[in-house]
């Protein structure tokens, strides 16, 4: 093996030994210990299938076992702007920013729920704090960025 292909293969070992949630968007990853919750994976499918009110039953007893888990938090707070309980998906975005304050989710997602209510300068204030985590360009930033731009083409201000 040559000294290039063994750097790779330790590279490609080491990957492997890091968490996912350490690598990628923590949104996209199911965090350590969540994977084999039900609850959880019962709530993102029913996120997926747009069953807020399974999803919030879902992932609200999975939040009762794993109370510091940001993406939990954060899934439940989209869960319940989807049905228009704003209060209640500020909560939840709060709670997952005060376990994690870098997730790029929940900026993006209570950004988006300020839009709904009609909040442009704390959405812009979300969309600020995803440019200074996101060192690349990320989709969540691209996200609240257009829905803030469209915000503003449809009058609001």
Known sequence: ???????????????ALVP?????????????GTQ????????KTAIAAKDWNAA??????AALRDTRNADIQNYLGYAYRHTGQLD??????????????????????????????????????HLAALQRICL???EQYEDLKKAIAEYRRRGGK
Do not use: W
């Open 136 to 138: 690349i360009p990320c």
């Open 1 to 15: 093996m040559t000294l290039g292909r063994a750097s790779a293969a330790l590279l490609g070992l080491a990957l």
């Open 56 to 61: 919030i039953k879902a992932l609200s007893s």
């Open 36 to 43: 084999l919750d039900p609850d959880y994976a019962a709530g």
């Open 88 to 125: 209640l998906a500020f909560r939840y975005y709060q709670r997952a920013l005060q376990l994690d304050p870098r997730h790029r989710g929940a900026h993006e997602y209570v950004g988006e729920a300020y839009l709904i209510a009609n909040n442009l300068p704390k959405a812009e204030e």
């Open 20 to 32: 996912a949630t350490a690598i990628g968007d923590a949104t996209d990853q199911a965090p350590a």
